[in-house]
């Protein structure tokens, strides 16, 4: 028997109050299926994908994705899992490359 289940991190990417823009990290999201997951932060653009920091008003996040299978031979657990990155909201190519670079020096 197989099972997957989806765990995503990241960086939310947002207009800060005061003015200017800024990036903190993502709230932590869990589904069964990548679809749903991404579902999840995208409806988390309305501010409730940041993990507390605050917004004026969020433009999108790069999210790091796992993939967690899971297969059960002879009764014992084996997990593989994968990492893909995914960016969501309207993030121009620059606010991306912020984005990308800040998230592998984090």
């Not at 917004?55 to 002879?74: D, Q, R």
Request: no cysteine; hydrophobic share 35%; glycine share 12%.
């Amino acid at each position: 028997m197989e099972t997957q289940k989806f765990e995503s991190t990241g960086l939310v990417y947002g207009y800060l109050w005061g003015g200017g823009e800024g990036a903190y990290p993502a709230r932590k999201l869990e589904a069964n299926k990548k679809e749903d997951l991404l579902k999840l932060a995208n409806e988390g653009l309305d501010g409730s994908l940041d993990s507390g920091m605050g917004y004026e008003s969020l433009i999108g996040a790069i999210l790091e994705i796992k993939t967690i299978t899971t297969v059960h031979i002879k009764g014992k657990p084996f997990i593989n899992k994968e990492t893909d990155i995914e960016f969501i909201g309207e993030l121009t190519e620059k606010q991306q490359e912020f984005l990308f670079q800040t998230l592998m020096n984090y």
